[in-house]
């Protein structure tokens, strides 16, 4: 299988195709391609930053519950405390991972790109920030869980309800759950935590005490000045000239997600599709700041294939492109390949040309009764194998296009549900019940941060 190009797929912009293949679109302020040696030389520039650290890594300890904690969760902070590391951070929402398999990759590209740049001598710290910097406040409902996701920083503390408290207070009342559907979020969340030391943090929550706390007076100016200043999101337009679909930013969130970067030495931020324009105009603010601008790093974009749909994939020689097109096309594809159909109607010709050969055989010995009837039972035992073959390649020829519609139902269902990438359509959840906890080892191992195409992850 090989892996497609993001072109050949829907859903992605023709302005993030550029940014990720490194062509940007006029009009665009994003980065050309990202080269490994470019990243490397931001991670040491922020790294050399003076931060306010040990003051944003308290609030972090105060605003994490003790449930969402970890050894390896312990030790991040602790390298954030200590300014000893860089931080690569993903922006996603805690219910979103009821929804898309997207918040799981970009958890699992920040913590694999921040463990490659750790092995180039740098250390790193993988940070998740939950929910998306600015917009109005919602309410979520995923898998009978309520939470809510206020997302307006610059509001006294007390007066929000942190999105990530308030998921993780939600441990007791889960676990004494038998629904596994239920606890699979609770447990993708909490074995990231636990198993890479990713460091969820609330932006809204952590950036209004930022925002009120003392000693931080140049920051606060400096993000509420920049925040303060008109940003025409229509700047940002894809290659055929149309307006992102990016909602407007509201300016007190901005303020409060910008305080949050410049108080952290944010070395690379892993964007996708659907945030790539927020994470540009962030990293721009944190540039416009004098601080050193985080780099930006596609999200791994995957499909993910499980061994039987790998065989099929590989019998009827597809391509992630040829599924997406539906079991339809591929079936009608298939049709015009019926080889034991064909082989059955040349037998049924044949069978035509040897009865009137018979039948001259036989006029011809007319004169000779024995021999005339040797040449007629000969014939007849000739056209019924002949007949009987033919009829037989033709049930077999009905019988395989019934075999393989089915196949291409399960592998549509599987590798593109709905007509769409799995990534959008499939939730975590989903794919936990289908394949149990083991199967995000075996997506981590595989993803490669360093390939910027979609990849398709196969399940040996």
């Keep these: 299988m090989e892996n497609p190009s993001l072109r050949d797929l829907p859903g992605f912009p023709s302005s993030y195709v550029g940014f990720v293949e490194g062509a940007p679109a006029p009009g665009a302020i994003f980065p050309n391609h990202p080269e490994k040696a470019l990243l490397l030389s931001r991670c040491r520039t922020a790294l050399r930053q003076t931060l306010p650290g040990p003051v944003v890594s308290e609030i972090i300890r105060e605003e994490t519950p003790v449930s969402a904690r970890s050894h390896s969760w312990s030790e991040s902070v602790l390298k954030l405390e200590s300014h000893s590391a860089v931080v690569v951070g993903a922006s996603a929402d805690v219910a979103d991972f009821g929804t898309s398999l997207v918040p799981l990759l970009k958890c699992l590209t920040a913590i ?22 600015g917009q109005a406040e ?65 932006p809204a929550a952590i950036g209004s005490r930022l925002a009120h706390t003392p000693d931080l007076e140049d920051l606060q100016r400096t993000a509420a000045g920049l925040c303060g200043r008109e940003f025409d999101n229509r700047a940002f337009v894809d290659g055929d000239g149309h307006d992102s679909s990016a909602p407007r930013l509201e300016k007190a969130g901005l303020s409060g997600a910008l305080l949050l970067r410049l108080s952290l030495p944010v070395a690379a931020e892993v964007i996708g599709p659907e945030d790539f324009v927020t994470g540009s105009l962030l990293a721009n603010l944190v540039g416009a700041a004098g601080m050193a601008k985080p780099f930006l790093w596609p999200r791994v974009s995957a499909t993910i294939v499980d061994h039987r749909s790998c065989r099929i994939m590989k019998k009827f020689r597809l391509g992630l492109p040829d599924v997406l097109q539906g079991s339809a096309v591929l079936l009608r594809r298939l049709e015009a390949d019926r080889s034991a159909s064909e082989i059955s109607s040349r037998l049924e010709t044949l069978a035509g040309h040897i ?31 002949l007949r009987k073959l033919a009829v037989r390649l033709r049930l077999s020829a009905d019988a395989q296009q019934g075999i393989a519609a089915r196949q291409f139902e399960g592998l549509c269902s599987r590798i593109v549900p709905g007509g769409e990438l799995q990534e959008r359509r499939m939730s975590a959840t989903q794919l936990l019940s289908a394949h149990s906890e083991s199967v995000l080892p075996v997506i981590y191992r595989k993803i490669d941060v360093w390939d910027l195409g979609h990849q398709l992850i196969g399940l040996d």
């Design 112 to 133: 694999k790109l921040a463990i490659e740049i750790s092995h180039e001598g740098i250390p790193a710290v993988p940070l998740l920030w939950v929910g998306d910097p």
């Design 138 to 202: 919602t309410d979520n409902e995923q898998n009978n869980v309520r939470i809510r996701s206020p997302r307006i920083a610059g509001q006294p503390a007390d007066g929000l309800q942190n999105s990530l408290r308030y998921y993780f207070s939600n441990l007791t009342e889960i676990s004494s759950s038998k629904d596994l559907y239920r606890d699979s979020i609770r447990d993708l969340l909490t074995w990231l935590v636990r198993e890479f030391g990713l460091v969820p943090v609330d």
């Design 355 to 385: 009865q009137a050969r018979i039948t001259e055989v036989f006029t011809r010995a007319s004169g000779d009764p024995r021999a005339a009837r040797r040449v007629q039972a000969s014939g007849s035992k000739m056209l019924h194998q």
